[in-house]
């Protein structure tokens, strides 16, 4: 199982990122996956996440109606569309996929936004 993020970096208030997450390795339409992020000195929460069919979505309350998770089975990556960012994202975000009681993280991909 490999799970890789991309798409973090630095950005200003106000503005937008698009983060990917590529999974290989396992059956990833078979799997809900889901966007965690770390911020410093805090604990890994949850942001978002999507069932293997998208038919299902959930975010966290802070992130409503800025975050959008999606997923592309086809391309076997899951997606998280950020607007609005503001200071208090700055974190290290990390994909998760899940089935059953499996779980695999991937190593994260830094947000910073700076003024």
């Known amino acids: 199982v490999q799970l890789v993020e991309s798409g973090g970096g630095l950005v200003q208030p106000g503005g937008s990122l698009r983060l990917s997450c590529a999974a290989s390795?396992?059956?990833?339409?078979?799997?809900?996956m889901s966007w965690y992020r770390q911020g410093p000195g805090k604990e890994r929460e949850l942001v978002a996440s999507?069932?293997?069919?998208?038919?299902?979505?959930n975010y966290a309350d802070s992130v409503k109606g800025r975050f959008t998770i999606s997923r592309d089975n086809a391309k076997n990556t899951v997606y998280l569309q950020m607007t609005s960012l503001s200071h208090e994202v700055t974190a290290e975000y990390y994909c998760k996929a899940t089935e059953l009681w499996i779980e695999d993280w991937g190593k994260g991909t830094q947000v910073t936004v700076y003024s």
């Open positions: 999507i069932v293997n069919t998208g038919g299902s979505i």
């Open positions: 390795g396992f059956t990833f339409s078979s799997y809900v």
